[in-house]
């Protein structure tokens, strides 16, 4: 009996409390606008995703344009970056998919950046993205250059490099056309005053 009365008086508050809630009027003061959210697949690239997304909300903002930006044109231009820090230091470095918001912005100041439309990073007939098969790839090349630096260090390293990637992600434009302007990624991201 003593149940059910502690119950009662728990769920008499409980509804009048959700009542008062449906009393409150809100007043929008300020609306950011935003882009929708988008599937990262099978990649561990969170911090691309996230910094572009504040990036295109940024760029609504301060031109009034809504532009979807190539979160992968940024993950693409990052890994020769992470590689050569890895190897550089001998292997005494991270070299994984992970990555903070500044790698965004570092690639964005060394490489420019491009609309979605025009760099996916999507091969072939995939629907979605996954890195899986091709961070093993880029792991297991580092990680040998580093082991064996005299059998396989070259000068052409970088390049082998380059080429896992272009083979899993595609080969990105060096210009594009943007609102009937040519651009190069360089170019794109002044223009957009990032």
Aim: aromatic share 14%; hydrophobic share 35%; net charge negative.
């Amino acid at each position: 009996m003593k149940k059910f009365l502690i119950m009662s008086v728990f769920l008499g508050s409980v509804l009048s409390f959700g009542q008062k809630i449906g009393e409150y009027q809100f007043t929008h003061i300020v609306n950011n606008d935003h882009t929708e959210v988008l599937s990262q697949g099978q990649t561990g690239t969170c911090w691309s995703f996230s910094t572009v997304s504040f990036l295109e909300s940024e760029v609504k903002r301060i031109t009034g344009k809504h532009v979807d930006l190539s979160e992968m044109y940024i993950v693409k231009n990052t890994y020769p970056a992470k590689a050569y820090n890895y190897v550089y230091r001998q292997g005494k470095a991270q070299f994984s998919e992970g990555g903070l918001g500044h790698d965004v912005l570092n690639a964005v100041r060394t490489d420019g950046i491009v609309p979605h439309e025009f760099y996916t990073g999507i091969v072939d007939d995939a629907e979605k993205h996954d890195h899986s098969v091709m961070v093993a790839k880029l792991t297991g090349y580092v990680e040998n250059l580093v082991k064996h630096k005299k059998a396989y260090l070259n000068a052409n390293w970088q390049a082998e490099f380059d080429g896992i990637l272009e083979e899993y992600m595609g080969k990105e434009p060096k210009t594009f056309q943007f609102e009937g302007k040519q651009f190069t990624p360089i170019e794109f991201a002044n223009y957009l005053k990032i």
